[in-house]
T-cell receptor, first 114, second 124 residues
């Protein structure tokens, strides 16, 4: 089955600096890669996603890149702010007969230091 | 985005009792619902996938007799933790998908998951 790895597990950056989180996936059939932000005790919130036919996508301070050949995808947050502090999960979606199944990476705890 | 309601938000129960968690899609028909479990400081682990009107598909290592899933309508899925024990204490969260059936290779439709607010289960 699909396996998603994520690094680093924890990340601390100074406010204003950039943060990069990297993920790899195992199943080349995966075709959709969402990123979620989760605050303690809350539901995950989709912050950006990318499909397999696109190499890069940007939304204001957040960007995601995808390398299908290497099965790598990354989240880039620029000009980080304290409110960006949270746990971030990458995920990969794989088609299972009649539905897409989303498998999550282990998460990255991001701390933005004021 | 679409709204998914999950109840209860938290529950405390005695060991040996059963707990039912409901997940409702309020403004769309959820053809597929997913149940995840999340232990503290860990990732969301997929437990099972339920499709309306059919049996749930459980992930490896998840006991189907322990975690009963019912998806009786296009707007409601329930997870029942039977004979709960302290090790079942966790954050359970559902998500719903409204994507229509499609075959591999066809143009992609909206694949976003809509999450419920989660249920914190504490078994004493």
């Amino acid at each position: 089955g699909e396996n998603v790895e994520q690094h680093p597990s924890t990340l601390s950056v100074q406010e204003g600096d950039s943060a990069v989180i990297k993920c790899t996936y195992s199943d080349s059939a995966s075709n959709y890669f969402p990123w979620y932000k989760q605050e303690l005790g809350k539901r995950p919130q989709l912050i950006i996603d990318i499909r397999s036919n696109v190499g890069e996508k940007k939304d204001q301070r957040i960007a995601v890149t995808l390398n299908k050949t290497a099965k790598h995808f990354s989240l880039h947050i620029t000009e980080t702010q304290p409110e960006d502090s949270a746990v971030y999960f990458c995920a990969a979606s794989i088609w299972e007969t009649s539905y897409d199944k989303v498998i999550f990476g282990p998460g990255t705890s991001l701390s933005v230091i004021p | 985005g679409a709204v998914v309601s999950q109840h209860p938000s938290w529950v405390i129960c005695k060991s040996g009792t059963s707990v039912k968690i409901e997940c409702r899609s309020l403004d769309f028909q959820a053809t597929t619902m997913f149940w995840y479990r999340q232990f503290p400081k860990q990732s969301l682990m997929l437990m099972a996938t339920s499709n309306e009107g059919s049996k749930a598909t459980y992930e490896q290592g998840v006991e189907k007799d322990k975690f009963l899933i019912n998806h009786a309508s296009l707007t409601l899925s329930t997870l029942t933790v039977t004979s709960a024990h302290p090790e079942d204490s966790s954050f359970y969260i559902c998500s719903a998908s409204s994507q229509p059936h499609r075959r591999r290779g066809k143009a992609q439709t909206n694949e976003k998951l809509f999450f419920g607010s989660g249920t914190q289960l504490s078994v004493l």
